[in-house]
């Protein structure tokens, strides 16, 4: 499945680090999402992007901060990170409008915070 | 807020069994979503369901809808050990002009042994 891409994939860093991962999709869909999956809790949506505009942010950490220059890429920049922040963060894509509108994922970047 | 429940949260079963995995939802929605995830990897779409009493099948799965109940089933049948994996519904509604919001459940994990 090459629909939706996302680098890297394995990603580990110190907690004063910045680093930025990312996410391109190729299917012509209007909508992009970042979510989180950590161990023992359930599939947090993080941010939401309707034709490149940020349409929901669900009280992320500032440390958080995505951008979408365009409709098929979408990144998510990360600043002084907590070892809580360790999780799977995965990047999802649809066609917003569309009867099916279902989400198609990535195969996420596992970040691990020492 | 809406509320996704899913029953069991783990099943482990042997090979050849039936079995049905529930997911009930809190408010009104008529489009449910079922996905997959192996160990390490993203989200994989299985079944959407748009309409109550909708049923899709492929191959072991079978995936039904009832609005009015506010219940999804996914019925295994005749289990292999290749369906071992995590199993998530995600039930979406309309949210003002952007499009839906996608709730996911918390997962059943299935393994299915030889």
């Known amino acids: 499945e090459t629909g939706v891409t996302q680098t890297p994939r394995h990603l580990v860093m110190g907690m004063t680090n910045k680093k930025s991962l990312k996410c391109e999709q190729h299917?012509?869909?209007?909508?992009m999402y970042w979510y989180k999956q950590s161990a023992k809790k359930p599939l947090e949506l993080m941010f939401v992007y309707n034709f490149k505009e940020q349409t929901e942010n669900n009280s992320v950490p500032s440390r958080f901060s995505p951008e979408c220059p365009n409709s098929s890429h979408l990144f998510l920049h990360l600043h002084t990170l907590q070892p809580e922040d360790s999780a799977l963060y995965l990047c999802?894509?649809?066609?917003?409008?569309?009867?099916?509108?279902?989400?198609?994922f990535g195969p996420g970047t596992r970040l691990t915070v020492l | 807020e809406l509320k996704v429940e899913q029953n069991p949260l783990f099943l482990s079963m042997q090979e050849g069994k039936n079995y049905t995995i529930y997911c009930n939802y809190s408010t009104t929605s008529d489009r449910l979503y079922w996905y997959r995830q192996d160990p390490g990897k993203s989200l994989e779409s299985l079944f959407v369901l748009l309409s109550n009493g909708a049923v899709k099948q492929e191959g072991r799965l079978m995936a039904s809808l009832d609005t009015k109940a506010r219940l999804s089933t996914l019925h295994i049948t005749a289990a292999v050990h290749d369906l071992s994996a995590t199993y998530f519904c995600a039930v979406a509604y309309a949210r003002d002009n952007y499009g839906q919001n996608f709730v996911f459940g918390p997962g059943t994990r299935l393994s299915v042994l030889p």
């Open positions: 299917l012509g869909h209007n909508a």
């Open positions: 999802a894509s649809s066609q917003e409008g569309g009867r099916l509108a279902r989400r198609y």
